[in-house]
């Protein structure tokens, strides 16, 4: 038997975009109406200048790679990358332009809070509802009930419609059906974004659960480090098209690098922090900096109009975009008043950094005047591991978590 539970071949999907031939980007109801009762016979018969056009967009174009059965693959990409397209194809709502898609196996999807759900019909009865719409017997549905409904959390509102429940009721539930009736092939796209934080933990367990069963999951995600934690592969999608495929940290590691800024985000030129502050710098040295070292920092702004910074904060992100660490500047001199042209400079030092090594994104919040504003990406840090001890070469930075901690061990006797 293969081991290859999704094959995809020259994957493609066309929309046509409707467009006006006078070169309005859009035109109203009472546009199109007045233009038909100025020129009736035209505009019927399709020969008026206003006439629509139609331009071909492609959402995918030419994507081939193959799914291994028990897989978890992350799928990255920007907005309009083409990847809830791409989940469309393999769960069979939509039907592609050029290219097959091969499923060895039952797919269940989770695409939009509530899919396959009937808002009139109770709890209760969606989960029998949409477990047949996923090809589940009722035999199956009943056996899991119970362990869909204390998964899902809501045994005291399972016979109420669906139309009461809130957005995150609608998502426990829908995951805990799709999740919990066996399906080879899981499809699950960022609706867990909806769940709090207890709820995102307890489906990316479920979610690790299904796959060490044998199972496959597809997950799409803009949180790298639920991807990094989750998957063991990944598909990187950039404008419709397949950039790179490959093991996880490899391919977020390229995407994120791939929207990287500029170390400094001051090209001779202030940068806008606020509507009444400009940033005018921002450095840190020593850059690249060694694993536990003292970090130096230097920042200066100025005022655009009379101002007050009441909050200012220097932040750290990891590479997968995680906040490391928030460093609170308001004990040393906030709230400070500012009249026009006025400049304020802040300058200390980061006494330890015991970072692993890698790159980090650095930049500060701020809240001046009642505006908030946050700039993540103003630099980039590098930070350098220290040499390896004893001979023993380090385990790479992908394994070593964030923080490079220093150990003391006492051999022991007896």
Known sequence: ?????????????????????????????????????????????????????????????????????????????????????????????????????????????????????????????????????????????????????????????????????????????????????????????????????SFQKKSLGKMHEVSRGGRTVLFVSHNMAAVQALCTRAVWLDQGTLAREGPVSEVVNAYLRSGEQPTTALPGQPLRAAPSLDLLRFDLSPNPLTSGGRLNFDLAFRAREATTISELALLIYSPLEVRVAILDLRPFGCPIALAAGDTQSFRGAFKSVPLVDGEYHVGFGLRASGHAADHLRLAVLRVLGPPPSAGIVPYAPEYRGVVEMELEVSPAHG
């Open 1 to 197: 038997m293969s081991d290859t539970v999704v094959s995809i071949e020259g994957l493609g999907k066309r929309y046509r975009v409707r467009r006006s031939q006078s070169g309005d980007r859009y035109q109203t109801l009472r546009d199109t109406l007045a233009h038909a009762a100025s020129a009736p016979l035209r505009w019927l018969s399709g020969t008026s200048s206003g006439a629509a056009v139609f331009d071909d967009f492609w959402a995918l174009r030419d994507v081939s790679f193959g799914i291994s059965r028990g897989d978890v693959i992350g799928i990255v990409g920007r907005n309009g990358a083409g990847k809830s397209t791409l989940l469309k194809i393999l769960s069979r709502i939509t039907e592609p332009t050029t290219g097959r898609v091969t499923i060895d196996g039952r797919v269940a999807s989770l695409l939009e809070v509530g899919t396959g759900f009937h808002p009139e019909l109770t709890g209760r009865e969606n989960i029998f509802l949409n477990a047949a719409i996923l090809g589940m017997t009722r035999a199956e549905t009943t056996r899991k009930f119970d362990e869909i409904v204390a998964f899902a959390e809501v045994a005291p509102f399972l016979d109420t419609p669906v139309k009461r429940y809130s957005s995150g009721m609608y998502v426990r539930l829908a995951f805990a059906v799709a999740a919990h009736l066996e399906p080879d092939v899981l499809v699950v796209d960022e609706v867990l974004a909806v769940g709090d934080a």
